[in-house]
């Protein structure tokens, strides 16, 4: 995907290279993320649900500051997006679903700068929102909670013009694990939230 973005363009103008210096910007991005791969288990029953694989649309924006010195370009980014990434999967009389509804994720980013393209790798943390239910058999299970972890990611940005540049980007995030229970039947689970997302930003510089 990002290597087609990459050839779609042609190449651009010399004015529209990033400058040598400090400059913020504003962007507009939307993504879609999965693979969630979240096990649903009981305890202490030991009954196996099934496998949460999350995937949907997110769409947000994000603000951030880049420097670039010679080929190397590094800076700081807050990003929040809104998101309806969620599964299902029932067995065995018991149902479970999930659903990520938003996220932040403040990212230390370092880049290398080839010609007007620069190719970036980002790390921080990132804390999600999230909607939970196992139901069924005697059980009942239903909680939103919000979790802290961790955004890992890649990708490559490139100018369109002056103050407008396209950026594509691959993103893993782990948000550890939250223990649910329902305080009726005893039974608890373990939600593990993951996912990768892969997107497209729309940045403006000033």
């Known amino acids: 995907m990002l290597a087609l973005s990459c050839a779609g363009f042609a190449a651009a103008p010399a004015s529209a290279d990033p400058q040598t210096g400090t400059e913020g910007y504003v962007g507009l991005s939307l993504g879609y993320a999965g693979g969630g791969d979240d096990r649903v288990g009981l305890s202490p029953s030991g009954l196996v649900v099934g496998t949460l694989d999350n995937s949907g649309p997110l769409a947000g924006g994000l603000v951030g500051l880049r420097r670039q010195s010679g080929g190397l370009a590094y800076g700081i980014e807050l990003e929040g997006l809104i998101a309806d990434?969620?599964?299902?999967?029932?067995?065995?009389g018991v149902a479970a679903q999930t659903t990520m509804t938003g996220t932040v994720g403040l990212r230390a980013r370092l880049g290398l700068v080839r010609g007007a393209t620069t190719f970036y790798v980002a790390a921080g943390p990132s804390q999600g929102w999230f909607d939970y239910s196992v139901s069924g058999a005697g059980i009942a299970i239903d909680r939103s909670f919000s979790r802290i972890g961790y955004s890992l990611g890649l990708g490559w940005e490139?100018?369109?013009?002056?103050?407008?540049?396209?950026?594509?980007?691959?993103l893993y995030s782990n948000f550890g694990s939250e223990t649910l229970s329902d305080p009726v039947s005893g039974a608890t689970t373990k939600a593990t939230p993951t996912y990768h997302r892969v997107g497209l930003a729309l940045i403006g510089r000033f």
């Open 158 to 170: 490139r100018p369109l013009s002056d103050r407008l540049s396209l950026r594509g980007e691959y």
């Open 85 to 92: 990434v969620s599964d299902s999967v029932a067995s065995t």
